[in-house]
């Protein structure tokens, strides 16, 4: 049960924290030039994006969508079984990351299912981002360094009297 508070917690946070940066760079940022933060290392560029991660499958934003949904549905039935709080973090970054481009692509023009997505930061030789993205990325790398220090998702308890 703990893990599963975990989880929804992230989620939840980064779900919340994406869903008002998203509102404040569109209220902010749109028609705008980009404001550059850290001379042309970091700057804020509102961007609309139909597709995925590096502006990838733009014209697939219905099944980007369904694909989340898919994940979701994913994450919701194996997170009971998690017994490992950083895999926790990892699935409740993912679940954040998703339902924040999700929500986009669910109520924002052009329609349903088939929103773009609010993009806002800008990083050289990178694609336009957001937190949504930026939690879906850090949970890769969780994956990773939790996997090269081979701690499981799932442990399984030992059944031997």
């Given at each position: 049960m ?13 779900w ?28 804020l560029?509102?961007?609309r ?6 502006s ?8 980007l ?19 490992s709080?950083?895999?926790s973090v ?39 981002f ?8 850090a ?17 399984k308890?030992d059944?031997?009297?």
């Amino acid at each position: 049960m703990q893990r599963w508070r975990t989880l929804l917690s992230v989620a939840w946070f980064i779900w919340i924290l994406d869903l008002a940066t998203k509102a404040w760079a569109v209220s902010q940022l749109a028609n705008r030039q980009p404001i550059h933060i850290l001379g042309n290392f970091f700057q804020l560029t509102f961007v609309r994006n139909s597709g995925a991660a590096f502006s990838f499958a733009t014209s697939a934003t219905l099944f980007l969508s369904l694909f989340g949904v898919v994940v979701l549905i994913g994450v919701v039935y194996f997170a009971p079984q998690i017994t490992s709080k950083g895999w926790s973090v990892v699935l409740g970054l993912v679940m954040g990351g998703i339902l924040g481009n999700l929500m986009d692509r669910i109520f924002r023009d052009p329609g349903f299912l088939r929103g773009h997505v609010i993009d806002w930061m800008q990083l050289p030789h990178w694609p336009i981002f957001n937190i949504a993205d930026s939690a879906i990325v850090a949970a890769a790398v969780l994956s990773m360094v939790l996997s090269a220090r081979n701690i499981p998702p799932i442990t399984k308890k030992d059944s031997t009297p």
